[in-house]
């Protein structure tokens, strides 16, 4: 059993940065594809940034240029630095970790932008 843990939410202007964390329990977790996911409300969650454990990463479109997934295997730690944040990227981020067709996610940390 994976558990996942997010921090690093707030309230940001438009324009500016915050560093999301998702700390993963379990020594297993190091080695499922970890990434994160936000849903605004009314809206279907959606990928934002997953990294492999070897550090590949693939980004949603909307993100590029702007955000930045890393990870610590060792640490079982994974980040999301967002800069350049828009009114648009306002969502609750969650963390996920998967386990071939199991998904295990966090509780969610909201990200509010102000314009």
């Known amino acids: 059993q994976v558990q996942l843990v997010e921090s690093g939410g707030g309230l940001v202007q438009s324009g500016g940065s915050l560093r999301l964390s998702c700390a993963a329990s379990g020594s297993i977790a190091r080695f499922y594809p970890m990434g994160w996911y936000r849903q605004a409300p009314g809206t279907q969650r959606e990928l934002v940034a997953v990294?492999?454990?070897?550090?590949?990463?693939n980004y949603a479109d909307s993100v590029k240029g702007r955000f930045t997934i890393s990870r610590d295997n060792a640490e079982n730690t994974v980040w999301l630095q967002m800069n350049s944040l828009k009114p648009e990227d306002t969502a609750v981020y969650y963390c996920?970790?998967?386990?071939?067709?199991?998904?295990?996610w966090g509780k969610g940390t909201l990200v509010t932008v102000s314009s």
């Open positions: 996920n970790a998967k386990a071939g067709a199991t998904n295990y």
């Open positions: 990294i492999t454990r070897g550090g590949f990463t």
